[in-house]
């Protein structure tokens, strides 16, 4: 009897004790969880940073994930803002500098009485007398003009490319003819002679950037009442578009389109 109690007590001494290291592993997994769902209820800087280190104490590591700053900064609206404005800026500088050729141009031709040039919201609008191109009723650019539309080409060559609009205007003198049956056609046909004219005496010049376009008697800068006023309203206008709108975007075809081609290849 007394043999079997020595055995059984030697038994019981040899019992190993390696589950304690699991249950302390357990223990600290637990822990751990507890600390993840409080700190989860609200999330802030302050309990991150507090989580991070109750991590690095327990697990007595180095520095955690969130240890590190991210590589990635946030955007500044007001850094991104000053960038709009500072690209629109610089945009109406050139626009000024391109007013400047233009009326050294005018200067040198004495056109001051025929032409006139203007900053706008829309751009450079350079307004042009229909009296100089046109006889009364035509479309096809007088041949003793020609030479000045061709030299006007050369100020339109820009880099970078800028949008150029020719309108077309009349006054309110009803118009039908056998070429043309309204004035409205025949703005239009002011346009589109004095576009050609200008694109094909300048291989320089993009035709993609150029468009015509006529509004007949309608937006007069003038009272029609009389012939002072008639004969501003009878016009074609220029317009040098800006790179850059007020709100920082671009004007620019080729701009767009290649950001287009870009975002394309991006999603594929």
């Known amino acids: 009897m007394a043999k079997r109690a020595k055995k059984h007590k030697k038994e019981h001494e040899e019992i190993p004790e390696a589950w304690l290291l699991p249950y302390s592993d357990l223990l600290t997994l637990l822990l751990a969880l507890f600390i993840v769902l409080f700190a989860s209820s609200t999330v802030d800087n302050q309990k991150l940073h507090e989580l991070s280190s109750v991590f690095n104490a327990v697990f007595d590591g180095g520095k955690g994930v969130m240890d590190y700053p991210s590589d990635t900064m946030p955007n500044d609206p007001k850094s991104d803002e000053t960038s709009k404005n500072s690209a629109y800026l610089e945009d109406q500088k050139s626009l000024s500098k391109i007013k400047g050729n233009v009326d050294d141009f005018i200067a040198v031709n004495e056109l001051e009485k025929q032409f006139e040039t203007k900053l706008t919201d829309e751009g450079l609008l350079v307004t042009i007398r229909d009296s100089v191109l046109f006889d009364p009723g035509k479309a096809v650019v007088k041949s003793e003009y020609e030479k000045t539309a061709r030299e006007l080409s050369k100020l339109l060559v820009f880099d970078p490319k800028r949008s150029v609009v020719i309108t077309g205007y009349t006054d309110n003198v009803p118009m039908h003819t056998a070429e043309f049956s309204s004035n409205w056609e025949l703005s239009v046909m002011r346009a589109v002679n004095f576009l050609k004219l200008i694109v094909d005496q300048n291989p320089k010049l993009d035709s993609s950037f150029f468009s015509a376009k006529?509004?007949?008697?309608?937006?007069?800068?003038?009272?029609?009442?009389?012939?002072?006023?008639?004969?501003?309203?009878?016009?074609?206008?220029?317009?040098?578009?800006?790179l850059v709108k007020k709100d920082g975007s671009s004007t620019n075809p080729t701009i767009n389109k290649d950001a287009s081609v870009n975002e394309s290849k991006t999603g594929e």
């Open 214 to 242: 006529g509004y007949g008697e309608n937006n007069p800068i003038a009272s029609n009442n009389s012939d002072e006023g008639r004969s501003k309203n009878r016009r074609v206008e220029v317009l040098i578009q800006p």
